[in-house]
């Protein structure tokens, strides 16, 4: 029996429905989700050292330092006690995380796949602006530079990991039941 923590990453554009589908896998697998972003708005409402670069980067749509990301990441998997593994939503998000994921984390964690949420930017700039969560990055012009950053730094983390051939990819421009419909198979495949 191994010890080391089962990890699914979930990645995809902003508002393509990573926060909801995890929500769904996590009641039906007792996977526990863990958003990156969301840690870090804890973070910075928590009146924590990092909490003015935090709302910079928030804002701005670039990548909070990956010694601030991964330590919240840890801290929360030791926190959770016995799971079933971590759904790690949002990260990780650029080669910076990457690298440091891999330095901190690698022999302490199974990464099983990178769950890909793909879809079209015109419907997921419409999800974010109807999202009514009162998020500071949800307006046009946080947007505009959160899907440059998906663009140009996230999107080569996940064929990084489709070289691996650890790429499961959804499409989510559809409803969420259906969504949820193939992802579900995708866990039984894997043995969750
Ligand atoms: N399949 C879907 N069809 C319609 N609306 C959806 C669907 N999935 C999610 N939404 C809605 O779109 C908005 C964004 O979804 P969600 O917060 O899950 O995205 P996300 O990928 O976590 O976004 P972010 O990267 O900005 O955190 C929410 O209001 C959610 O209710
Ligand atoms: O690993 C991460 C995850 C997130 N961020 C920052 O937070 C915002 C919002 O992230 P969501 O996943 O959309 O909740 C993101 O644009 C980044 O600025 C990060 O730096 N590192
Ligand atoms: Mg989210």
């Given at each position: 029996m191994s010890n080391l923590y089962k990890v699914v990453?979930?990645?995809?554009?902003?508002?393509?429905?990573k926060g909801t589908q995890c929500a769904l896998i996590q009641k039906n697998f007792?996977?526990?989700h863990l958003s990156a972003g969301d840690l870090l708005r804890e973070e910075q409402e928590s009146k924590s050292q990092y909490g003015q670069l935090i709302a910079e980067h928030i804002r701005n749509g670039t990548i909070v330092p990956v010694a601030i990301t991964c330590a919240l990441l840890e801290n929360a998997m030791k926190?959770?006690?016995?799971?079933?593994?971590?759904?790690i939503d949002g990260f990780p998000r650029n080669q910076d995380?990457?690298?440091?994921?891999?330095?901190?984390m690698a022999d302490k964690v199974d990464v099983k796949f990178t769950l890909y949420l793909s879809c079209k930017v015109d419907v997921c700039v419409s999800r974010c602006l109807n999202r009514k969560q009162g998020r500071a990055d949800d307006n046009e012009e946080s947007l505009?530079?959160?899907?440059?950053?998906?663009?140009?730094?996230?999107?080569?983390?996940?064929?990084?990991?489709?070289?691996?051939?650890l790429?499961?990819?959804?499409?989510?421009?559809?409803?969420?039941?259906?969504?949820y419909t193939d992802i579900e198979k995708i866990f039984k495949e894997a043995g969750f």
């Open positions: 990453f979930v990645l995809g554009p902003p508002g393509s429905g007792g996977l526990v926190a959770s006690g016995d799971c079933a593994g971590f759904l995380n990457l690298d440091g994921w891999q330095k901190n505009r530079k959160r899907i440059h950053t998906y663009n140009t730094q996230t999107y080569p983390i996940i064929e990084y990991y489709e070289k691996l051939g790429v499961r990819e959804v499409a989510t421009c559809r409803d969420t039941d259906e969504v």
